[in-house]
């Protein structure tokens, strides 16, 4: 009697592999999702919060909704890769890069840009304001219309490279990655100069300037008010103090590019980790932009955010808040809200 067998698959399927990671690598891991998971969470209140003051006419509403979104989309990305990134074995992460890879580069990138360009229309803004103070331009309806328009054409100048064959060296590719380092320091410079000429109006600089070619007429005190120069010195050192913030947050992802890209020894020597912290460095400069600039730097909107969310929102010193509004006036011209 003739036996026969049955074939049998020799072939084993390999077991899946997993990252590696030493104790320094993970915690670097770890800290690149929580903190851009903390400022989404951030993005999020500010947006709220700003939506609930949107009546209050010295809030940038329009600014702060746009850099809310902006920061949104840029935190969620960062933490879905790297989430994503950490729990996945190597082949699957390789998959999902195939799979959202590139959907999820333009997201980033589109996010970033944005935050760039935007930069620039509020420098524009500013000169706008010194231009002629009491313009319309910059009204929250046409600053929402410019940041659309701006959304739209830098969307395009992305899907064009996204939908070529070639997208990595597309021409508009290749041009956003040599000049986009030039926006920030331009909006620095011009920012710079804003905050130099309002002290040169305030301090009579030009007038006495003028005057030494003039020796003929005298020199007129034009100073304004002491009350009216001390608020413009706080408004100038505001602006001074985000005026950095935006250079430096906005300077650090280029910056960052720009040393790799001239010294590629000096990358290229580290160690893992530390090229992973050189990176991560680099991308959490951009999810840390928001919180800096209006929750540090920016009394008014730390305040909206600080009402919003009932906690360490600061009352009026001369004024009692209660149920029922009812005013009274106090011996020294003081007022105070009471309850009947």
């Known amino acids: 009697m003739e036996t026969s067998t049955l074939p049998l698959d020799t072939t084993t399927n390999p077991l899946p592999t997993y990252q590696l990671l030493s104790f320094n690598q993970l915690l670097v891991?770890?800290?690149a999702i929580i903190f851009p998971g903390a400022f989404f969470a951030f993005d999020t209140i500010l947006l709220m919060s700003s939506i609930s003051s949107r009546r209050d006419s010295s809030?940038?509403?329009?600014?702060i909704v746009v850099m809310c979104l902006r920061g949104m989309i840029s935190n969620f990305v960062l933490v879905l890769q790297y989430f994503i990134n950490l729990i996945t074995t190597v082949q699957g992460y390789e998959d999902f890069s195939k799979l959202l890879g590139r959907e999820f580069t333009l997201l980033g990138t589109f996010s970033y840009l944005i935050a760039l360009v935007i930069n620039v229309l509020m420098s524009v803004n500013r000169v706008a304001v010194v231009a002629k103070p009491m313009n319309m331009w910059f009204s929250n309806t046409r600053v929402f219309i410019f940041c659309g328009i701006i959304a739209i054409i830098i969307l395009i100048s992305l899907i064009i490279p996204y939908l070529s064959p070639c997208y990595v060296v597309f021409m508009i590719t290749a041009f956003q990655n040599t000049y986009t380092i030039i926006l920030p320091f331009s909006c620095m410079l011009v920012n710079l100069s804003i905050i130099f000429h309002l002290r040169f109006v305030r301090n009579n600089t030009y007038i006495i300037f003028w005057h030494k070619f003039k020796?003929?007429?005298?020199?007129?005190?034009?100073?304004?008010?002491i009350f009216f120069s001390k608020q413009r010195a706080r408004r100038d050192l505001m602006m001074i103090r985000q005026t950095v913030t935006l250079a430096i947050y906005l300077s650090i992802y280029e910056f960052g590019a720009f040393i790799i890209k001239v010294f590629p020894d000096l990358y290229t020597d580290l160690s893992l980790t530390g090229k992973q912290v050189y990176f991560y460095v680099r991308m959490e400069s951009i999810p840390l932009m928001n919180f800096l600039i209006y929750f540090i730097e920016t009394k008014k909107t730390r305040a909206m955010v600080c009402r919003f969310l009932k906690k360490g929102a600061k009352q009026d010193s001369n004024l009692v808040t209660v149920s029922h509004h009812r005013t009274v006036s106090g011996p020294q011209g003081n007022t105070a809200m009471v309850t009947n």
Request: proline share 16%.
């Open 29 to 31: 891991h770890l800290f």
């Open 59 to 63: 809030i940038p509403l329009a600014y």
């Open 215 to 225: 020796r003929n007429e005298p020199i007129r005190n034009t100073s304004q008010p």
